[in-house]
């Protein structure tokens, strides 16, 4: 059974009026006072009205769930002591007329410099799945086994439909919003852990980005941890949607490690791939989503059920299926759900 984490990041808001407000650092000391928030668990982020909170490392769903839960209620308690809400949603749907301003350390302070728009508007919330990996030729491998299935992960996860007012049109604005950084959207294949090594960190040796932390892929390598990093998804509205996701990331991963299963599904063209994912960031389930096995428009019914069909496995080892199948069923519309198995 892979190891498994979950970072969330979420939006502080006015209870007025939804507005981002900047409370982070207030919020963020409350938030040590509370008994079920342990010191570290709690992250500043790019803008003064954002926070992340970090799970332990876990080993079952029913304890990343637990974990969850606790964060959640915890820092909703000290955003409230603090005279804002905590909201867990992908992009901010109502915004002041000045920026909030960035967190005020250094390398924060670089990136307004050298992108001030785009950190600006960078009011977006994701959730990132940490799985364990051996090491970074396994982490690499799975990698390259997760592209196909990272469009139909955003179009399960949309969350984050408004923005300044308005509807965007599109189900998960928040992938469109990043994906305008230079290196972000489908990461591109790997041959192994060192050809991933030398290509990122030539990037960094050009000048063109300051460092790998600013490698904003949908899934990367962690720079830190033994770990494959998922970030595809918006920030989960409830807690057991972001374990469901979780779940499904994992079982990929295993499925990708498993000498006997790791045949996987052909690799797909890069162009088809980016489109499938703003395909899937402008109508998550609510229309067709991309099958990675024939790399065609299916049913939203048909891809959970292809989705299903390849972990199955994996999730029945670890005492998932049930789970996963349920929430599958949550996450896709009344019409469709009845066709899942």
Known sequence: MLTIGVEEEYLLVSPA???????????????????????GEVQRELLQAQLEVATPVCRSLDELGGHLLRLRHGLTDAAEACACRLAACGSAPFTDRLPVPVTPSARYRRMRRDAPALTDEQMINGMHVHVGVPGRTEGVAVLNGLRPWLPVLTALSANSPLWRGKDTGFASWRTVVFGRWPVSGMPPSFTDGADYDRRIHRLVATGLVRDTGQVYWQARLSERYPTVEVRASDVQLRADEAVLLAGLVRALAARVLDPRRSAAVPPAAPELLRTAAWYAARHGVAERLPDPATCTLVPASEAAEALLAAVGPELRADGDLERIEEGLIRMITDETAGLLP
């Open 17 to 39: 009026t939804g507005v981002p407000v900047a409370r982070a650092a207030r919020v963020l000391a409350e938030a040590g006072l509370h008994p079920a928030v342990a010191r």
